[in-house]
Every structure is written in C-alpha cells, then in structure tokens.
C-alpha cells in the first residue's frame, strides 16, 4: 500500500505542473489585470506603461510562467523604465514556497488564502457534516420504507429541494427568517456576516450568524445525496447476501449497517471524495449572500478583477487537494470492499 | 483489518467532534428535509442584547477596499473610507461638492498670496494643531514624502497623476508651509493635489520612510493594511478579510472627538443581501441602492433614501463625424436644430418616471450638482409638434413610409448603447417617441467590456459606429474640466486614445476650454464654464437622459450624515445616532 501511494503522489507532480501551465495560459487570456486599476475611470497611459512593466505584465508568457515557478531572484529586471535591468527581483516562486503577490492588494497571496481558509472550512465542513448526517438518514430510512407516505414525502421534498436555485433559496431563508421574523416579533436570525459588531466575534455568535448559510448550503445536497443513498440501499437489500444474512440469524440492525449501508456506501464515497476537494474552494453565491468572508468570495472578487496570482494560488491548492482526495478515495474503497486491491 | 479498526475509530472520534457543535447550529434549520432535527434550540442569547451600548453605527459596502494605502489604489470604497482614519487632505469637499479648507488653514487664492501672480506656484498655510495618533505633529514633510513616494520608482504605485506630468517641486518652506511649483499653471491643483479626494493623501513619514528605506519599497508596508497611524476623525482598530473593517473614535481628533463611538464597515457583496440587510436593520447606512429597490425601503419608514453627484450623467452623444471612413455619423445630424428636434420629440422626464420610479430627473449640464454649473441654461422641453416643425423646417419631409427623407436619405438613427436593463428599456421607448415625429432607429448594443475601448482598440463607439450613443460619465469631478469636446482629442490613426468620440472640432468652445485649463483663480474659471455650458446647450452638442447620481440609506436614527459626492464621508466627526 506505501509504495501505491508513493506511486501515485509521483504522478501527481508532472500532472499538477501541466495543469499549472494550462491555467496559466488561460489566466492571460482571461483579461487585463490593470483594466480596474483606474478606479471609476480609465487609467492613464502614462500609469499603464509603468505598472505594465512594474508588475512585469510586459514580460513574454513563458517568462511570466517562469517567474510564477521558479521566482526572479535570481534575474535582472528594469524597474525605471531606461531599458536597463540593473536590479536584482524579489520573487522567490511557486517552487519554493512563494505564491506570488496580489496585484489587487499587494499581499503575498499566501497569506490572503491562509485567512479566508479557516472561514471557509467552518462553513463548509459543517455543511458537509450536514448533508451526510440527514441525507444517510433519510436515504435509508426512506429505502426500508419503500413506498409508504413517508417514502413519498421526502421524494417530493427532494424534488423541490433539488430544483431549487441556490440563490432563490438562500435569499428566501434571509427573507423568512431574518428579515420578516424580526419584524413579526419572533426570535429570527441576522441577515449577513460572522458576528453582530455590538457583541462582538464569539463563539455562539458564529454558530447563530452560520445557521442559514448552512442550511442554504445543505438542502440541495441533501436531497441529491439523499436520492443516491436510497437507490443504492434498494439495490443491495435486495442481494442474496443480505437474504443469507438475515438467514444466519443475524441482527436486523447489523445486517443494516454491516452488510448493507457498508456496501451501499461506495457510490457515496466517490461522490464525497470528488466534494471535498471542491469546498476548500467555499461557496461563491452562498458566502457572497450571506456576507461570509471564504474562499469563494476571494476567488470571485479577484477574478473581476484578474488577479491572477491569487486565481492561480486557489486553483493550485485545489488541484492538489483534488489529488490528495482522489488517493484517499481509493484507500477507502478497498475498506469499504475487500475485494479491491492495489499491490 | 487492526488498521480497519483504527481508521474506523478516527471516523466516529472525527464525526463526534464534528457534531457536538454542529446540533446546536443545525437544529433549528427551516429544511423541509429535516424530521429528524426536532430538539428545541439551545436558545442563544438574542443577538441584541449587549452588555455596554456603544454608539456604533454599521455601514454595508458592496467591494471590500483593495489597499488602505492611497498611493496604492483607486477604488471609490477604499477612497470613501479615507475620510475616517486618513482624512489628512489640505482640502476636502463639502456637501455642495464646493472645496474647504482643511489641513491647509485657507483656499490659496491670488488675493491672498496662496497662488503666484504666473499661476505656477502655490502656497499652503497647514495647521499647527493637528498630530497623528502617535502624538507626531502632522507637518508639510509628511507631505513632501508622499510627493517622493509616489514618484519612486521603487514603488508600484496606482497612479502618479498629477505629479508626473504637472508638478516641477514640492517643497516644506517650513513645517507649516508647504510650496508646490508646477511646470505651467495647472487648474485642477483643489482636487488633485494632496487633497481627501485624489489618491494623494499625505503618508505617516515617521512611520513610513524606515519601512521604505528597510525593504527598499513601500510596496508590502505593514501600514498598508493596518494604518493604525492616522490623523481622521476615527482610527484604524482592524480589518478582517472580506468581512469587516472597524474604526474607532478618536479622541484626539483636531475638531474634537466624534459622537459616536466606532463605525463598523460590513462587507456584503451581493445587492438583494444588501437590501435584506437594511430592511433588518442590520446596516445603518447603504450605498448604490438601485432604484427598484427605492419604492420598498422607503415604505419601511425606518430610514431616508439621500442622493449625491458624483458627476455621472446618463448622456447622448451625437456622432458629428463628415470623416469619408467608418467614423462618418448621419448627414441630418450636423444641423443643429435637427438636433434639437430629436431632443424635444422624447419626453425623458416621463423616462425618469417610468423608469426609475420619478427620483432623477434630465441633468441640465454637464456640471449640475458642482459650483461651476450655469444657473440660467434652461433644459430643452418635450415637444414632437415643435419637434415635427424644426424637422420640417431642416428638409426632412415625411416620406410614403412615414419616415422622413432628404435628397433621398431616410432620417434612419443608429442608436447605441450597453447591454445594461435600464438602457435597453429607454431604447425602446425613445424608439416609438422617435417613430410618432418620424425618425427610424436601429438599436445597436454592446457589452460594457468593448464599449469603452477606445479607437485604437477597435472600440464600437470610439471609431464612430453609431449616430446617437448614450452611457454614463461625468467630468474630472469634482474639477470640472474634461477631454470629451476637445479639438485635439479627435480619435484616429495618429491619436489612437483620443477621448472626443463625437468627432467635431468647435473652434469657440475648444479656445474656452484651453482658457479654463490655466485659469487658476476658481472665479475666472466658473464664468468661463458657465460660457462653455451656453454653447454646448445652445448648439446641441450633449444632452443628459437623467443624472445619475449615487444613493444612499441612512437610518433614521443617524444625525447630521451629510455626504459629499467627491468625498462622502467628510462630516463624520459630526455624525450621531440616537436610538
């Protein structure tokens, strides 16, 4: 199993540098990273031309690559304008643990994705946590049950969950819970933000100010999920296996959750192992109605304005996480199902 | 399978933690797939019981500032918030957009010695009486600093206008005197240099200038985003990342300490969350609401709906063009009076009530809302008779297809514009005004990323692809001056940024233009703009379809909020809330 997984975290850094440079190249045709620099107004030539060659946007793309990769510490560059290159540049690269600095803000991006990171996993974490906990347990629940009103109901529910636009959603909850239970008196939660300035940042504070979002950002999920879980629960009660099981004499409950719910559980594990990658990148349209400073809104708000140092140090993180996950995905399968080997 | 076991073990340890605090958040979610989380709330303090009330009012933006550094951004949020902890300008504006002085102890004027009788050199008297934070005294160093930082090369700052092209020196006389030479007299200097308003507030030399010699740059200074040093009416206290930023009162404020005691900076990017956030009463003031949000708020009886200029004007430009190439514009369109008659056959004031609910109405001039708007320009009334007779009058008669001809030449207008709602609309509804005094229209519209691109780049508008175009702009507010209808701005292969995409040359106006641009007593020049304004109403060159100003929210609670268009929150230290 080491020398697997040695394996195929060696095959992932060829991947991840050509998935960098694909990125790269679409970066550059994305847009023009000083188009907002003017503010409301356009910003003069004179400006352009220097921070063009400031920012070494004046650079060829395979120049500008090599910079983001390997930094120009170690090159000279033309920081008057004379056509001279007489300094020495600060970059270190992406290779030695330098990801750049923010055209937007000036800041190593490091540090702009180190802050939103925590935020954004306490959201989406819990979220997570969520969908699993309540899709597992109606998707089972409504499997055992097939056909009965309750089987119905939560298809139905699903239905409607699973079709509803996210924006719709979270806007209606803001709407019902926050905005009109204040005005009707009733206890009701805070429309947007972490923490009320007048208490100040604690812990229930957070879990109140979290309460939509997540709810915003679990429903569609959970009736997904939910859908998937029940198929693949009636596909396996149904096994022979299951038959025998209950023959041994075994308990009803272990044959659930031993034998069958462990089995069904594959295709959940797949799902997941592709989600959980993706929520380091946040939730763009959940954190941005709800005010909550993630990832999603750094990506979206440097993406407006084609920053692309931080788009690429977000989409880097991301694909590794994706490669990382997709290893331990396969760790689990040959858990969840013995017959599945590497070696 | 001991491995099994242990890893399984982790996952139920990992689910446990994971959930203790995770029952108390989810319980109450309003899911419609939720049975099973039925367990009342854990009753969390209502969120608006507060041990010690401070005055705090909350204030929602829709960007979050890029750099707290002025050399090191232009965005109006960033600029906005200035005027709490920076607010160190010479002079700032007031709510009539008129100039004050701040820092500076008066306006320079020729009368009193602040301006040189060339025009070139300008004198500032600074106040003693203002510190930093720390406790430094500000003085004119702080200024000259700023002055070399912007132009270092070292530094990759936003802009360096006006210092570049227009300032020789910037001196300290002594630490209350601050001398600024230009190359040739140059207007503008209220606005741009080292005012609240252009990006050239004055740095924390004391705290900057080791930084600068430390890492050879100002660029990754620790100041930029913590500007803890500030000499405003509230100081920094902190900024969490795309969250909030918070000010807090300061006591030592030269004007004598605010009312309220800190102004918390709630970051919501999306509109509808906004809005929501207001009719909660989450947020205290809003900015850029949209107008079809107006009708609700303003029915909640909660807050008031303000409006500043800021200068926009939603415009039509008519392409002036006789070019024998692409540029070339409708041959009707140089007969002034033909331009007129367009104007009067549209209703806009019936626009602005229909379209945006009757809270703007046509701009006058291209100045309204700024000292240097001409008081006596009377707008051009809605009136397709006179419209048809002007017509008439000009050679373009009604032809068998109900459209006007001349020497066989159909009256056919390319009207365009962007993609944006708003405009599509009020394309639609000049269309049938127009068709009622018999002028065809083809409606033309381009996304907003080419729209502006200039001739060079091949921009729809800028090498005159169309004979009406209307957008949104303004003057270099708040100084009045603009490039929009000068001669030697004319687009083309040799001035390729030219700004003047109306493509005409009007002698008189343009030498009243280059008169105003060294008129460096402020009188001289707002006669001169009240002449500019004359011709260009008199001949048609430029109508607005609405003024567009920007919106504010200010809850009724909040007292003495009066913004300015070029620096909105200059009176904050006069701000109060009562509750």
């Known amino acids: 199993m080491t020398r697997y997984i040695i394996r195929r975290l060696l095959q992932a850094i060829p991947l991840l540098l050509l998935i960098s440079l694909i990125l790269f190249v679409l970066m550059e045709e994305m847009g023009d990273p000083l188009a907002t620099f003017g503010g409301r107004r356009v910003l003069r030539s004179e400006d352009r031309i220097r921070l063009t060659r400031q920012l070494g946007l004046d650079k060829p793309i395979w120049v500008q690559y090599v910079v983001w990769l390997a930094g120009n510490d170690w090159m000279k560059i033309d920081l008057d304008g004379d056509g001279l290159s007489e300094s020495y540049g600060t970059r270190r690269g992406v290779l030695r643990g330098d990801f750049g600095m923010s055209f937007v803000t000036r800041r190593p991006v490091i540090d702009m994705i180190a802050e939103r990171l925590p935020n954004t996993l306490l959201l989406m974490l819990t979220s997570e946590v969520v969908i699993l906990v309540l899709s597992l347990l109606i998707g089972v629940t409504s499997a055992l049950k097939q056909y009965s009103v309750y089987d119905h109901a939560v298809t139905a529910f699903s239905f409607i969950g699973y079709s509803m636009p996210i924006p719709l959603l979270a806007i209606g909850l803001m709407y019902l819970f926050a905005v009109n239970f204040k005005r009707w008196g009733l206890p009701y939660f805070p429309t947007v933000g972490i923490f009320d300035p007048a208490v100040g940042r604690t812990v229930p504070q957070v879990i109140w100010h979290m309460v939509l979002p997540v709810a915003a950002l679990s429903t569609i999920s959970i009736a997904a999920?939910?859908?998937?879980?029940?198929?693949?629960?009636?596909?396996?009660?149904?096994?022979?296996?299951?038959?025998?099981?209950?023959?041994?004499?075994?308990?009803?409950?272990?044959?659930?959750?031993?034998?069958?719910?462990?089995?069904?559980?594959?295709?959940?594990?797949?799902?997941?192992?592709?989600?959980l990658p993706m929520l380091l990148g946040g939730a763009i349209v959940t954190e941005g109605i709800f005010a909550w400073p993630g990832m999603g809104r750094l990506f979206i708000d440097h993406t407006v304005r084609s920053d692309f140092p931080v788009l690429m140090g977000i989409l880097m993180m991301i694909s590794v996480a994706v490669v990382i996950f997709q290893i331990i995905t396969d760790i689990t399968y040959t858990w969840l199902d013995p017959r599945i080997h590497y070696d | 399978m001991k491995n099994v076991c242990w890893s399984r073990l982790t996952v139920w340890v990992m689910l446990v933690a994971l959930l203790v605090p995770l029952l108390a958040a989810c319980a109450p979610t309003p899911t419609p797939?939720?049975?099973?989380?039925?367990?009342?709330?854990?009753?969390?303090?209502?969120?608006?019981?507060?041990?010690?009330?401070?005055?705090?009012?909350?204030?929602?933006?829709?960007?979050?500032?890029?750099?707290?550094?002025?050399?090191?951004?232009?965005?109006?949020?960033?600029?906005?918030?200035?005027?709490?902890?920076?607010?160190?300008?010479?002079?700032?504006?007031?709510?009539?957009?008129?100039?004050?002085?701040?820092?500076?102890?008066?306006?320079?004027?020729?009368?009193?010695?602040?301006?040189?009788?060339?025009?070139?050199?300008?004198?500032?008297?600074?106040?003693?009486?203002?510190?930093?934070?720390?406790?430094?005294?500000?003085?004119?160093?702080?200024?000259?600093?700023?002055?070399?930082?912007?132009?270092?090369?070292?530094?990759?700052?936003?802009?360096?206008?006006?210092?570049?092209?227009?300032?020789?020196?910037?001196?300290?006389?002594?630490?209350?005197?601050?001398?600024?030479?230009?190359?040739?007299?140059?207007?503008?200097?209220?606005?741009?240099?080292?005012?609240?308003?252009?990006?050239?507030?004055?740095?924390?030399?004391?705290?900057?200038?080791?930084?600068?010699?430390?890492?050879?740059?100002?660029?990754?200074?620790?100041?930029?985003?913590?500007?803890?040093?500030g000499v405003g009416p509230f100081l920094f206290k902190e900024w969490e990342s795309g969250s909030h930023l918070i000010f807090e009162a300061n006591p030592d404020f030269w004007l004598g300490r605010p009312k309220l005691d800190q102004i918390f900076i709630r970051i919501v990017p999306d509109d509808a969350a906004q809005v929501a956030a207001i009719k909660a009463g989450d947020s205290d003031i809003g900015v850029f609401i949209a107008y079809s949000d107006m009708p609700d708020l303003e029915k909640l009886g909660t807050l008031d709906l303000v409006k500043q200029s800021s200068g926009y004007k939603e415009s039509w430009f008519f392409n002036l063009s006789t070019r024998e190439d692409k540029t070339r514009g409708h041959p009707a369109l140089q007969d002034p009076n033909v331009r007129r008659a367009i104007v009067m056959a549209v209703d806009r004031d019936k626009i602005c009530q229909d379209l945006l609910y009757g809270r703007t109405k046509p701009a006058i001039t291209f100045w309204d809302g700024t000292p240097y708007a001409n008081p006596d320009i009377q707008p051009i009334p809605y009136d397709p008779e006179g419209a048809r007779k002007l017509l008439d009058e000009a050679g373009w008669k009604v032809g068998a297809d109900g459209i006007r001809e001349k020497d066989g030449v159909k009256l056919k207008l390319r009207y365009a514009t962007t993609t944006r709602e708003v405009r599509r609309n009020t394309q639609v509804i000049v269309q049938q005004m127009w068709k009622e005094v018999g002028i065809d229209t083809e409606l033309i519209n381009h996304s907003p990323d080419i729209f502006w691109n200039s001739y060079g780049d091949g921009g729809p508008i800028a090498t005159g692809g169309y004979d009406v175009a209307e957008w949104s702009t303004c003057p270099a507010f708040p100084d009045p001056d603009t490039a929009t209808w000068r001669c030697k701005e004319i687009p083309s292969d040799e001035n390729p940024a030219g700004e003047n995409w109306q493509f005409f040359c009007d002698k008189e106006l343009d030498e009243l233009f280059a008169k105003q641009a060294t008129a460096v007593d402020t009188k001289a020049r707002i006669q001169l703009f009240y002449q500019i304004a004359k011709i260009i109403s008199d001949k048609v060159y430029w109508v607005s379809v609405w003024d567009d100003p920007d919106w504010w929210s200010v809850s009724k609670k909040l007292q003495n909020v009066r913004f300015s268009g070029a620096t909105p929150f200059w009176n904050a230290y006069e701000w109060d809330k009562v509750e």
Not at chain 2, 51 to 74: C, G, H, M, W
């Open chain 1, 225 to 275: 999920y939910g859908r998937y879980i029940r198929a693949s629960m009636l596909e396996v009660i149904n096994q022979d296996y299951i038959r025998t099981a209950r023959a041994k004499g075994l308990r009803e409950r272990t044959i659930l959750y031993r034998h069958a719910l462990k089995n069904a559980a594959l295709p959940l594990v797949t799902l997941v192992g592709l989600d």
């Open chain 2, 33 to 229: 797939v939720a049975p099973a989380a039925t367990p009342a709330p854990p009753t969390p303090v209502p969120p608006t019981a507060t041990p010690a009330r401070l005055k705090v009012v909350t204030i929602t933006f829709t960007q979050e500032p890029d750099n707290l550094n002025p050399l090191y951004t232009s965005m109006w949020f960033a600029l906005t918030l200035r005027d709490l902890y920076l607010a160190d300008g010479l002079l700032t504006y007031n709510d009539k957009n008129e100039p004050i002085p701040w820092i500076a102890r008066e306006i320079p004027t020729l009368e009193n010695g602040g301006i040189s009788a060339d025009g070139k050199t300008i004198t500032y008297k600074l106040r003693d009486d203002v510190r930093w934070s720390d406790g430094t005294p500000l003085t004119a160093d702080d200024y000259v600093f700023t002055w070399q930082m912007i132009m270092s090369d070292k530094n990759t700052v936003q802009s360096r206008d006006p210092f570049d092209v227009a300032v020789d020196k910037v001196e300290a006389q002594d630490p209350h005197t601050l001398v600024v030479t230009f190359k040739e007299p140059y207007t503008p200097w209220q606005a741009k240099i080292f005012s609240n308003v252009n990006a050239t507030n004055a740095l924390p030399k004391h705290i900057l200038e080791p930084v600068f010699q430390k890492d050879g740059t100002l660029d990754n200074a620790d100041w930029n985003r913590n500007p803890t040093v």
